[in-house]
């Protein structure tokens, strides 16, 4: 069974940086499309970057973070990391990073992913 288990995140002054990352067991990496979503209070868990299998030759970041927020992967590491620059309060969230085999799914109902990181606070002061 595939695990993923978060870690970094914490608590920012605006214009800062973090870092998060989200370690793989139980499955082949390389195979697995990865995604970092975050969920603020009252909010819809949103989509905020995406990274295909294999080289991750394809990527994707929302809008309001683009500039800001780079994904990548290592695939000798089984590891997928969200880099965070330039940090706002409004990317104050519950961050959550996913896994599936298709990189299409994280473009339509999240819950169809097939497996979740536990969450991740990440707080930005202003």
């Known amino acids: 069974q595939v695990q993923l288990v978060q870690s970094g995140g914490g608590s920012v002054q605006a214009g800062g940086s973090l870092r998060l990352s989200c370690s793989v067991s139980g499955g082949t990496f390389h195979n697995y499309a990865m995604g970092w979503f975050r969920q603020a209070p009252g909010m819809k868990r949103e989509l905020v970057a995406g990274i295909s299998p294999m080289t991750g030759g394809s990527t994707y970041v929302a809008d309001s973070v683009s500039g800001r927020f780079t994904i990548s992967r290592d695939n000798a590491k089984n590891t997928v990391y969200l880099q965070m620059d330039s940090l706002k309060p409004d990317d104050t969230a519950i961050y959550f990073c996913?896994?599936?085999?298709?990189?299409?799914?994280?473009?339509?109902?999240?819950?169809?992913?097939?497996?979740w990181g536990q969450g991740t606070q990440v707080t930005v002061s202003s």
């Open positions: 996913a896994s599936d085999v298709n990189y299409g799914t994280f473009f339509g109902d999240p819950s169809f992913l097939r497996a």
